[in-house]
């Protein structure tokens, strides 16, 4: 099974809405709403943002979202801040594995 | 709080068997999907297997011939092996915990991760 497929780099002035994309295919994101979004500070552990596909983690900022279109998932971060830059990673269920893609760097400018 | 804390050996030899333990301190291992996750030098995450606290198991089809997690309650540990390794195993390697919500707990979400420990498959 391959990676999901992730912009490398996206990025966004304060204030700002960004969306990263995530694109698998009708076996993992189009056949389940299990989609999951994890942000990566620079040597930490990922943290949980996104959860079946939209829901939040009582503890994360409303301004983080989730959708899915077909075999598309998407973040949208909306008041972008400074503390946003990171690396995102989305994540299907599949019928056997869990899947995760490649990474997207977010630079607030 | 609960805290997870990867150990074992950083440094393993071609075709050797990679081991290493999670310990899982401030709360039980009970109830929950417990994780393995690694993430090679400046790539993306790959998921491992899991193993949930009754002892069932399920690994990632592409590593499943070489990987057994396992887990020791009275410890309140789990573990990784994984068996004839290579330099692609080189990797940051994180034990996490399935997400549990109001409602349910998950396999495949994870909301509490270890520091993560880099091992290297080198001679």
């Known amino acids: 099974q391959s990676a999901l497929t992730q912009p490398a780099s996206v990025s966004g002035s304060p204030g700002q809405s960004i969306t990263i994309s995530c694109t698998g295919t009708?076996?993992?994101?189009?056949?389940?709403?299990?989609v999951s979004w994890y942000q990566q500070d620079p040597d930490k552990a990922p943290k949980l943002m996104i959860f079946?596909?939209?829901k939040r983690p009582s503890e994360v900022s409303n301004r983080f979202s989730g959708s899915k279109s077909g075999n598309t998932a998407s973040l949208t971060i909306s008041g972008l801040q400074a503390e946003d830059e990171a690396d995102y990673y989305c994540?299907?269920?599949?019928?056997?594995?869990?899947?995760f893609g490649g990474g997207t760097k977010l630079t607030v400018l | 709080q609960v805290q997870l804390q990867e150990s074992g050996p950083g440094l393993v030899k071609p075709s050797e068997t990679l081991s290493l333990t999670c310990t899982v301190s401030g709360g039980s291992i009970s109830s929950y999907y417990w994780s393995w996750i690694r993430q090679p030098p400046g790539k993306g995450l790959e998921w491992i297997g899991y193993i949930y606290y009754s002892g069932s198991t399920n690994y990632n089809p592409s590593l499943k011939s070489r990987v057994t997690i396992s887990l020791d309650s009275s410890k309140n540990q789990f573990s990784l092996k994984l068996s004839s390794v290579t330099a692609a195993d080189t990797a940051v390697y994180f034990c996490?915990?399935?997400?549990?919500?109001?409602?349910?707990?998950?396999?495949?979400?994870?909301?509490?991760w270890g520091r993560g420990t880099l091992v290297t498959v080198s001679s």
């Open positions: 079946d596909v939209s």
């Open positions: 996490a915990r399935g997400y549990c919500s109001s409602t349910s707990c998950y396999s495949r979400y994870f909301d509490l």
């Open positions: 994540s299907s269920y599949t019928s056997s594995s869990t899947l």
């Open positions: 009708s076996s993992d994101i189009g056949g389940y709403n299990y």
